[in-house]
């Protein structure tokens, strides 16, 4: 047990997540040359999203009241059982990267299942689509986790993560290469940024992720908002772990954990900012073109399966 | 006598009494006699399937019994494994007829002996008394499609489909193991085990059984009846073929292939995992543009058995590589999927039987709202549909995660095939996993959750306590499974060492621990992580967030007015999206129809538009043999023209043949 390290990595993830999107659109605007409103601005949302009354749409189940929570819930168990600030696992053997994976989709189910709750036409149509995308995600995904275990010999985070640690040739061979892209591609998709999605969308009817939470409001939108939040820092906290592990403490003294979240909170900024400002670059794409994109990074991603037997 | 034979014995006794019971007593107690002695039944059924599982063995022979091959029955890991399945499911299907079950005399007396024919099958140890009682099931399974004929002719249809294909796959089976014993010394299975067989000859025994098993097991391409049949028969009897009658199929593969023929070349297995991944990703395709929410879930059960099918593939492809310790983990991932299906997929079922016996509606399109009238089918749907939908804490997770396993640590050193065929596997099974959470989002979110489409789903009452208990009690197993696999793990690991050899595949009691390969899961920490996460964010939410009271408020309605139910999401919408990714795969046949106003053409009448996802496998496949099939006895007729002298001319000439033949061989 490493309580001290799950607290840490918990409240970092927590806290920094708002920061993170607060950074990514301070990027944007300023490469679009606006002033923005300052990294602070997604807490100050959130704050006041928290002073709202809460408001329960008519004909909504208590499914649609609790999808926010479970949907927090699932990121917030991801973000202290995976080693983002340190390998030792927090609670048991639980950082095991097809389990990580499947509680992420869980968190994006609930809120799908609450989508078609209310039963109008955009609740079901986000619903729908974030579903799509999901189910044409899940093989990349899951065939680059298979790249990255199968020269360690284990799906389990921590031991993915020292093996490149122990051996830093592994992150500039191809197998590495490809499956980082591959799973760039995911994250991208997973978390609805651009070209899969537009999280600054207005028009009803391009909306996928945004259009699946419309009818939220208040308190319920400001735990959506988080989740979605941690949810990007999550991964690519993970993006940066699994292939820049430097920096990840592999103890608990407190020195160690200080520099495990200077690194983490240095990986993330940056690879955000960088998304951040390859975003400015691109449109949406049309919801159609979406799985020629993803069948391209499983391509790439199944390429870096078999380059694992064959150049390993 | 031990606990096994006994149970066994229990088993077929207390079948075979309620069988005649049912036939005697009264219209009004017919239900619960023949429940009551389905309850027994499945409840000697897996007292005996424990025992087996735990060790015991028997052995029992009668030969004067069946003429020419007599009777033999035994027991070992693998059968007590099916054993006490088929027993669990009964079990269920028995205390949820009670009050569902309103069908006439022959339905309720065949049913207990279906139960009874399918305790026999993996009990028999001899080639002749596996083929009775794998005959015996065809036929009462076949009788129970039928039961509703009266009122919807599509069970008629059903039921000619599932009778022809069953007994296509029956006759193969046949051929096979008849092969197979002409090689032998006996018809027994110790016999077969023991028998020196020409390579060739068990290639063709293995290919010959494997498609009349797989048939059973609704894989393709001989699938074709099980989503009609599974659809048209009634719901607890639907319960019993798509979570206990299919998997037997997977023991006939698991005991022919694997016990009886000692695994074989590698080819063999990238069959047998060719077709499962092949299944489980068009029966997934297929269950996710289905709106009739039986059908949904009987293309469910296809795509689930190629799962399993893609382990038992790997098992044996791993076997063949000499992988012991691996193969097992394979075979032991393989056969607790087939327990895991059959908890949730009787879940699944008997909610679904409580929305029809409600609603009369199995249109998706149709339901909707149904969270208000029956709060207890909608909780029982929705766990099934979070176990089926291979996330966790859901039960097929644990089954999936210990396959992804097996094929993660599947690596030869150097195999050039395995190389491909994993990745691709793991593919497969990531792609089922992901369209089976599209499938389930679809049957849960718009079956049950959001306003009601129709008049029936707005009027829907909660079942009556019988068949609530009954799917209570499905899905209390598949919660148990799904929180702690580690009670049935070691018993499922130790049937699959019987196939394959090799030790336990995994240990531990609260986390799963692979052995011989670094791997550990503990799907009670997820659970308990999730629930105090919950309760964590709640307490964090009410600390920070204002307290001010709920209010209800309007839908965004884009400030059209109310919306109704007609601009709600149907199934049919919901996956439209992933139909026209897979348009290729699928080939939909789409329709519209423009009516024009007669004195303009500009002016649209009405605009009528249709759409359907026809199996395409089926159309593809089948047509071009029945018409062969069709050809061929048309040519055959002409032989037959009635005249006695072209007959005994056909005897004289057959015989003359046969003195040839016998006079140039001998």
């Known amino acids: 047990m490493n309580v001290a390290g799950g607290v840490v990595q918990a409240v970092v993830v927590v806290g920094g997540a708002p920061l993170l999107v607060g950074v990514m659109r301070q990027v944007r605007a300023r490469l679009e040359g606006r002033a923005g409103p300052g990294i602070g601005q997604p807490w100050r949302d959130l704050r ?42 927090t609670v048991g053997p639980a950082a ?29 149509m986000g619903a729908s689509r974030e579903v799509t995308i999901l189910a044409l995600v899940e093989p990349t995904l899951l065939v680059a986790i298979f790249a990255l275990s199968v020269r360690v010999g284990s799906t389990n985070l921590g031991a993915i993560m020292t093996a490149t640690v122990e051996d830093p040739a592994r992150v500039i061979s191809p197998v590495s290469l490809l499956a980082a892209v591959a799973l760039v591609v995911v994250t991208v998709a997973e978390n609805g940024r651009l070209p899969v999605d537009n999280p600054s969308t207005h028009l009803e009817l391009t909306m996928v992720h945004e259009a699946m939470v419309l009818e939220y409001a208040g308190p319920d939108l400001a735990l959506v908002e988080l989740a979605s939040a941690m949810r990007l820092a999550v991964f690519l906290g993970l993006l940066g772990n699994l292939f820049l592990p430097w920096g990840l403490a592999t103890g608990t003294d407190p020195v160690a954990l200080a520099v495990g979240v200077l690194a983490l909170v240095v990986k993330v900024g940056v690879l955000g900012a960088l998304l951040a400002a390859a975003e400015v670059f691109l449109a949406k794409l049309r919801l159609f073109r979406v799985p020629e994109l993803l069948a391209g990074s499983f391509l790439l991603s199944l390429l870096a399966a078999t380059a694992a037997f064959f150049l390993a | 006598m031990n606990l096994a034979s006994l149970g066994l014995a229990g088993a077929v006794t207390a079948g075979v009494v309620t069988a005649l019971v049912a036939v005697l007593v009264p219209v009004r107690a017919r239900p619960v006699v023949t429940g009551a002695g389905l309850v027994l039944t499945g409840a000697a059924g897996v007292a005996a399937g424990a025992a087996g599982l735990a060790g015991v063995t028997f052995s029992v022979s009668w030969p004067a019994v069946l003429p020419l091959t007599g009777v033999a029955f035994g027991m070992d890991q693998l059968a007590g494994l099916f054993l006490a399945v088929t027993g669990g499911v009964a079990l269920i299907a028995g205390v949820y007829g009670v009050s569902y079950s309103r069908h006439g005399r022959a339905a309720q007396a065949t049913l207990p002996l279906f139960v009874v024919a399918m305790l026999l099958v993996p009990a028999a140890t001899s080639v002749g008394t596996l083929l009775v009682c794998w005959e015996l099931m065809a036929l009462t399974s076949l009788l ?90 009634p719901s607890h009897v639907s319960a019993l073929m798509s979570a206990a009658m299919v998997n037997l199929g997977v023991y006939g593969v698991v005991r022919v292939g694997l016990d009886l023929l000692g695994g074989g070349p590698r080819w063999w297995w990238l069959v047998v995992l060719g077709l499962g991944a092949v299944s489980a990703v068009y029966g997934i395709l297929q269950a996710a543009m289905s709106t009739d929410l039986k059908r949904l879930l009987g293309f469910s059960t296809t795509e689930n058995l190629g799962l399993v099918l893609v382990g038992v593939g790997a098992a ?38 409580s929305v029809l016996h409600a609603t009369g509606v199995r249109d998706l399109d149709q339901l909707g709202g149904l969270r208000r009238g029956m709060p207890v089918t909608t909780a029982v ?31 030869p050193e150097g195999g050039g095939a ?53 799917m209570v009690l499905a ?25 394959v050899g090799g030790g336990p595949a995994t240990s531990g009691v609260l986390t799963v621990r692979l052995t011989g390969v670094a791997g550990e899961l503990s799907p009670l920490v997820y659970a308990v992580a999730l629930l105090a996460a919950v309760v964590l964010v709640l307490g964090g939410l009410r600390a920070t967030a204002t307290r001010r009271a709920r209010r209800a408020a309007r839908l965004w309605d884009c400030g059209g007015g109310p919306l109704s139910a007609r601009m709600e999401y149907t199934a049919t919408s919901f996956a439209e999206p992933l139909q026209r990714v897979f348009d290729d795969v699928l080939e939909p046949e789409q329709d519209v129809t423009v009516d024009h106003v007669e004195e303009s053409r500009y002016l649209v009448r009405a605009v009528e538009y249709r759409r359907a996802v026809p199996d395409r496998v089926e159309r593809r496949l089948y047509p071009p043999v029945i018409a062969a099939l069709r050809a061929w006895g048309e040519a055959g007729r002409r032989l037959a023209t009635g005249s006695v002298h072209r007959y005994l001319g056909y005897g004289f000439y057959t015989l003359c043949g046969v003195l040839l033949v016998l006079a140039v061989i001998s």
């Open chain 2, 475 to 499: 899905a209390a197993v598949a919660a148990v499974l799904a929180v702690l696999p580690t009670l049935v793990l070691p018993a499922v690991g130790a049937a699959a060492a019987v196939a």
């Open chain 2, 418 to 470: 395995e190389a491909v065929v994993m990745p691709v596997a793991v593919a497969v099974v990531a792609l089922t996993a992901g369209l089976a959470v599209a499938t389930f989002v679809k049957a849960f979110g718009v079956g049950f959750l959001a306003r009601p489409r129709s008049r029936q789903a707005g009027e829907a009452h909660e079942s009556p306590p019988s068949m609530l208990a009954g």
């Open chain 2, 316 to 353: 044996g492809l791993l076997a063949a590589g000499g992988q012991r310790v691996l193969a097992g983990l394979a075979l032991a991932a393989a056969l607790l999927h087939v327990v895991n299906h059959a908890a949730f997929k009787t879940t699944l079922f008997l909610a679904a039987g």
């Open chain 2, 144 to 233: 129970l499609v039928l039961a509703e004929h009266r009122q919807r002719p599509e069970v008629a249809v059903a039921g000619r489909w599932y009778a022809v294909l069953t007994h296509l796959g029956f006759a193969t089976i046949l051929c096979g193991l008849l092969i197979l014993v002409a090689h032998a010394p006996g018809d027994s299975f110790a016999d077969l085990r023991a028998a020196p067989l020409p390579g060739g000859v068990a290639g063709l025994v293995f290919v010959l059984t494997l498609v009349g098993f797989t048939s059973k097991a609704g894989i393709l391409p001989l699938h074709a009846w099980l989503p009609r049949a599974h659809p048209e028969a």
């Open chain 1, 96 to 124: 095991d990267l097809f389990a990580v994976v499947a509680l992420l989709a869980l968190g994006t189910v609930v809120l799908a299942l609450a989508g078609l709750d209310t039963g109008t036409a955009f609740g079901g």
């Open chain 2, 381 to 411: 749907f929705g766990w099934g549909a979070l176990a089926a939908s291979a996330l966790p804490p859901g039960t097929a997770f644990v089954s999936e995660w210990l396959l992804l396993q097996a094929l993660v640590h599947g690596v």
């Open chain 1, 48 to 89: 006041k999203l928290l002073g709202k009354e809460p408001i329960t749409p008519r004909g909504t189940t208590e499914l649609f009241r609790l999808a926010p929570l479970v949907s927090l819930a699932t990121v917030l168990v991801v973000a202290v059982v995976a080693p983002f600030v340190t390998t030792v696992p």
